[in-house]
């Protein structure tokens, strides 16, 4: 059974290795939290679309890892400026120094393809240990909330949990299989097949942050994001609609 590594670093490679331009969302977010002179490192960057993104939105010193060594290979051929530092590194166990960065970048999802649940806390503890004091870092992450409100997904959830049960398998319901491999349907999520992503629930996630020592400054799901507001604390998002992906914006 394959895991998230084998699978980016396989079936799943060319899809994210060619993928160009920022989401509005994305853009909104970086535009809005992010300094374009600040020394700025991106988190599983694939094939550097969005660090290639924020190079051409004029950032000044970015850096860049992927734990796929074909990833980084490739994203060095694709910066024609050649002013990214692109390096392959595990985003439980970095190599950087302390301090070393004053923004960070953990955007789509990567957080969440870690399997192991000490490995995905080495990761935040990782992000704080590398982020200057004052710095600022931006994550997002797949929400178990959001996508329990769908009766399809809930339903889907609901089976894949009989199947675990049948098998003796005990990974919880916020373990998914990728409905899509490559961009296409994957026929063996019907069978619970893995790779898993793990999905977060919202207060999850501020409880890791705040237990991390990060200082939380903003929060929403796509929902805030399309309105462009964002919320300072997770009790106003409580009573705001919750839809698609969470985002968590964050201080040291
Ligand atoms: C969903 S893809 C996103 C790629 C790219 N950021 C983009 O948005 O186009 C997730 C990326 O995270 C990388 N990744 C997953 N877990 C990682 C880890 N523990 N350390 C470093 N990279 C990781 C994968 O190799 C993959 O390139």
């Known amino acids: ?6 699978t980016y670093g396989g079936v799943d490679f060319d899809y994210w290795a060619y993928l160009e331009n920022l989401s509005d969302g994305e853009k909104f977010i970086i535009e809005t939290y ?29 850096f860049a890892f992927d734990y796929i060594p074909n990833f980084i290979e490739h994203a060095r051929q694709r910066d024609k400026i050649g002013n990214v530092s692109f390096a392959v590194e595990d985003a439980t ?4 120094h302390d301090d070393s960065f004053e923004q960070l970048v953990y955007l789509q999802q990567v957080l969440c393809c870690i399997e192991d649940k000490y490995a995905r806390l080495s990761a935040f503890k990782e ?6 004091k004052g710095g600022t870092a ?24 009989i199947l675990r049960k049948i098998f003796n398998s005990e990974f919880s319901s ?12 994957n026929l ?25 020592n990060f200082k939380i400054v903003a929060l929403g799901t796509d929902f805030q994001l ?26 040291k």
């Open 34 to 62: 992010l300094d374009k002179n600040a020394k700025t490192l991106e988190a599983g960057t694939g094939g550097g679309r969005i660090t290639l993104s924020m190079q051409q939105m004029g950032f000044q010193s970015l």
């Open 226 to 251: 399309r309105q462009e507001n964002m919320v300072t604390s997770l009790e106003l998002l409580k009573k705001e609609p919750i839809e698609g992906m969470l985002y968590f914006i964050c201080e």
């Open 127 to 132: 992000a704080y240990r590398i982020l200057k």
């Open 138 to 161: 931006i994550f997002s992450f797949l929400n178990f909330d959001s996508r329990i409100q769908s009766n399809f997904h809930k339903g889907y959830i609901g089976y894949v949990q």
């Open 174 to 185: 916020q373990y998914i299989p990728r409905l899509k491999l490559a961009g296409k349907p």
């Open 93 to 96: 166990a970095l190599t950087y």
């Open 1 to 6: 059974m394959a895991n998230n590594k084998e």
């Open 188 to 212: 063996g999520a019907i069978f619970d097949q893995q790779p898993y992503m793990y999905w977060y629930q919202i207060e999850e996630v501020y409880q890791i942050f705040k237990d991390v």
